[in-house]
């Protein structure tokens, strides 16, 4: 079992699907504003769904996560494609995926992660490399603890979703108010670009090939069994550290979708 885990709960196998790898004691790491938002009818007996499953992950295991994301690289256009401005606010930060780009495109960043744990993970990352230019701050999309108008690039990376509990209308309005006039709001690895388009957003999306990379083979198989079980044969009979989007049946990160603040 994790140190981080519910000593009343049984360990797991380090293999458990991600759905069935929590139960509903666990669910006591959530902060109370955390249980309303991600369990607004409050605890059940159903099945702990995939998107509850990422924010227990980000809370009980975020080194966990950190494998995966070093597997997920992002499209290098999609980073050269962000200008380089004075004022930073990232949403959604996690661990660093694209803080640690961002670092080097602005003057001053602020990384807005609401699991404590990320936070912790993050701040050790960059106590070396980024003294003085970040703040990290505790926060959720829909309650941005910054200034109106006071970002001239607003990014989340793989984070925002639909829903209200991860974003959502009132995620986007958030990032919109504390964007300066003529900046820019950019969401990279967008899922929902129906949904964005619809809120004026533009869409790139970069070519190139692309694959998730992992250490070996057997750490492909092990998170592939654990993230993405639907694809565990195919990635088991290829036998390759790589793993193609389309086996998972992702698309990779290749994409973003910007506005520009015209008030």
């Known amino acids: 079992m994790h140190p981080q885990r519910l000593t009343s709960m049984e360990p797991v196998s ?36 995939r998107s509850l499953a990422f924010e227990l992950l980000y809370r009980l295991e975020p ?34 995926r694209l803080t640690t780009h961002l670092l080097t495109r602005c003057g001053h960043l602020v990384a807005v992660e609401p ?17 003085g230019m970040v703040d990290i701050v505790d926060g959720f999309f829909d309650a941005l ?37 003529g900046g820019m709001v950019v969401v990279v690895w967008p899922n929902h670009l129906d949904w964005l388009s619809a809120h004026g957003f533009s869409h790139l999306s970069f070519p190139g090939s692309m694959w998730m990379e992992f250490r070996d083979a057997a750490e492909a198989i092990e998170m592939t069994e654990i993230f993405y079980p639907h694809a565990i044969g195919e990635v088991r009979a290829r036998g390759d550290a790589r793993v193609d989007y389309d086996v998972i049946g ?3 990160p290749r994409d973003l979708a910007f506005k520009v603040n015209e008030r």
């Open 145 to 181: 603890p910054v200034p109106d108008a006071s970002a001239d690039l607003v990014v989340t990376c793989a984070t925002l979703e639909r829903d209200p509990a991860h974003g959502g209308d009132a995620g986007l309005a958030e990032m919109e108010r504390i964007c300066a006039p």
């Open 250 to 252: 992702v698309n990779p």
């Open 63 to 96: 080194e966990l996560w950190e494998r995966l994301v070093a597997a997920e690289r992002l499209h290098p256009a999609v980073v050269e494609w962000l200008p380089c401005v004075e004022r930073v606010v990232e949403v959604g930060a996690g661990t660093g």
């Open 115 to 131: 699991a404590r744990p990320m936070r912790e993970r993050l701040a050790a990352a960059l106590s070396t490399q980024a003294a």
């Open 14 to 49: 380090r293999t458990t699907e991600l759905t069935r790898r929590y139960g509903a004691e666990e669910i006591r790491v959530l902060s109370p504003e955390e249980r309303a938002r991600f369990l607004p009818c409050g605890p059940s007996d159903a099945p702990i769904d």
